[in-house]
């Protein structure tokens, strides 16, 4: 079996070596805090990053993303916007949804907030937007932001899709960064900080043992779902191709058990899917047939293909789920509807042009993206 690389979050570091973790990272008195968190937000032990900030400081309310700070809503679902934790006695406050004005008037009546939940690395995935628009409101209101940093689960050397065009920024994609960033949340908040010029007070309190090669299973980390349709490491990685299916009529998988894995819909030709997009690197596709539960296609019987991972290095699943997208569109023209939000997650429209060329898109697109990732290396923590 490979040797798991020991790797401490930072929430374990603030648990370890308590204000003088935080001290090191500049802050000398949090004062009254809050923390933004979801299931994600634990010590390698499992126990509560809430839990150990109640230790630490003074810890006044917490506030949710989308799925709420237990994770119990699905995409997009209602989260409730006040509730008193029955764990800890704390208010909480969803920062997502109708909540949020609430959230905003007490986040900002503090003196620090902490930020301490697991990102995926993808443009699309909401969670970033959470934090990035807490920090906005931070500096406004002159309130210390802390973000308590972990691995980025597909690594931090791979960079690919596109670079998104602000015509097109929405809570799915906010700034002009790739599809797949290569950085960790933290390394995120300090380039958005800075590039969109924020001027938050912003600390990071950094991972140990963490390298930029290394994705989520080459360290002894336990895997926490960050949301209801990410369940793997897998996922995550599949998920930076194929969420773009969200935004056409074709199943992402959503009702099946393995989402962004398995994709299709009720009229596809799946063996002319596999004749067009042909061998893909470090991935192979299955033919598949699935029925979702819930989301499009529900109890209907889809067609399509369902993508196994054997190769992580090798596998590009920007170019691939686009391709799979691209094939499916060409053989099936009539039955297959691209919707608006379609740009939002790609980040430009190109794709509703009549003579759009997927292969000459990702060659065009890559090259932005190095220029992006060659800009992004000043933020690196590790």
């Known amino acids: 079996m490979k040797n798991k690389a020991v790797v401490y979050c930072g929430a374990d570091i603030l648990a370890r070596d308590g204000m003088a ?73 969803s920062f997502y ?84 960033s290569g950085l960790t949340v933290g390394e995120f908040a300090l380039c958005i900080n800075e590039t969109e010029k924020i001027g938050c007070d912003l600390h990071v309190i950094p991972c140990e043992g963490w390298q930029r090669a290394m994705d989520f299973d080459d360290t002894d980390l336990l895997f926490v779902q960050p949301s209801p349709n990410l369940p ?3 996922t995550a990685y599949s998920y930076i191709g194929t969420c773009i299916i969200e935004g056409t009529n074709l199943s992402e998988g959503r009702g099946t058990t393995k989402p962004f894995e398995i994709l299709g819909a009720p009229w596809v030709d799946v063996r002319a899917l596999l004749d067009a997009v042909g061998e893909q690197p470090g991935v192979y596709l299955r033919e598949a047939y699935f029925t979702p539960t819930f989301s499009k296609h529900a109890g209907q019987l889809c067609h399509g293909v369902q993508l196994h991972i054997h190769d992580r290095d090798a596998y590009r699943p920007f170019a691939t789920g686009l391709r ?10 009539e039955e297959t509807v691209m919707r608006p939000s379609i740009a939002n997650l790609l980040g430009t429209d190109d794709i509703l042009q009549a003579d759009f060329d997927a292969e000459r898109f990702i060659a065009r697109e890559a090259e932005k993206v190095a220029v992006w990732q060659n800009m992004t290396r000043s933020y690196y923590l590790y």
């Open 97 to 180: 949804g109708k909540g949020l004005a609430d959230a905003e008037k007490v986040m900002t009546s503090l003196d620090t907030i902490f930020f301490d939940i697991q990102d995926i690395g993808a443009r699309f995935y909401t969670y970033q937007y959470t934090m990035t628009d807490a920090m906005i409101r931070c500096a406004a209101a002159g309130v210390r932001f802390v973000v308590l940093d972990r691995p980025n689960p597909i690594g931090g050397t791979r960079v690919e899709g596109t670079i998104l065009d602000r015509r097109f920024s929405t809570f799915v994609g906010r700034y002009p960064t790739a599809t797949r």
């Open 324 to 333: 799979i997208f691209c094939a499916i569109l060409k053989n099936h023209p």
């Open 232 to 234: 793997t490491v897998d």
């Open 21 to 93: 973790a935080l001290r090191r990272a500049g802050v000398q008195d949090p004062g009254r805090c809050g923390l933004i968190t979801n299931p994600t937000g634990v010590l390698k032990n499992m126990t509560s990053t809430v839990d150990m900030l109640v230790q630490v400081c003074d810890l006044q309310a917490m506030f949710g993303p989308e799925h709420g700070v237990r994770g119990d809503a699905q995409a997009g679902g209602e989260v409730e916007s006040f509730y008193i934790d029955t764990s800890t006695g704390l208010p909480v406050y």
